[in-house]
């Protein structure tokens, strides 16, 4: 990756405002969670159950890397909830 490259990825990683970070431009976890979700829209059978297993882990990487690593209060507690919702998603997909 060229240097502009890295610097425009981490100040987009910083988030806004940049003293309490709320918003941010997504993380590698979450860019794959929104590729797959398009993929899941447009397809069907074996392609949608992957697209929506690849998802669900990527979704569940983000919420996890946030729960741990969130750079405030607000973005730790948003990863937890995100980690009940996606147990609650895949009991209601696997029919629990």
């Given at each position: 990756m060229?240097?502009?490259?890295?610097?425009?990825?981490?100040?987009?990683?910083?988030?806004?405002?940049?003293?309490?970070?709320?918003?941010?431009?997504?993380?590698?976890?979450?860019?794959v969670?929104?590729?797959?979700?398009?993929?899941r829209?447009?397809?069907?059978?074996?392609?949608?159950?992957?697209?929506?297993?690849?998802s669900y882990?990527?979704?569940?990487?983000?919420?996890?890397?946030?729960?741990?690593d969130g750079?405030?209060r607000?973005?730790?507690i948003?990863?937890a909830?995100?980690?009940v919702?996606i147990?609650?998603?895949?009991?209601?997909?696997l029919?629990?």
């Amino acid at each position: 990756m060229s240097d502009r490259l890295k610097e425009m990825w981490r100040r987009g990683q910083r988030g806004w405002p940049a003293d309490n970070p709320v918003a941010q431009f997504p993380n590698a976890p979450l860019l794959v969670a929104i590729a797959a979700w398009i993929v899941r829209q447009f397809t069907d059978g074996t392609a949608n159950d992957w697209a929506s297993a690849v998802s669900y882990v990527a979704l569940a990487c983000f919420a996890f890397w946030e729960l741990i690593d969130g750079v405030n209060r607000f973005r730790r507690i948003g990863g937890a909830v995100l980690l009940v919702l996606i147990a609650y998603w895949l009991a209601q997909a696997l029919g629990a």
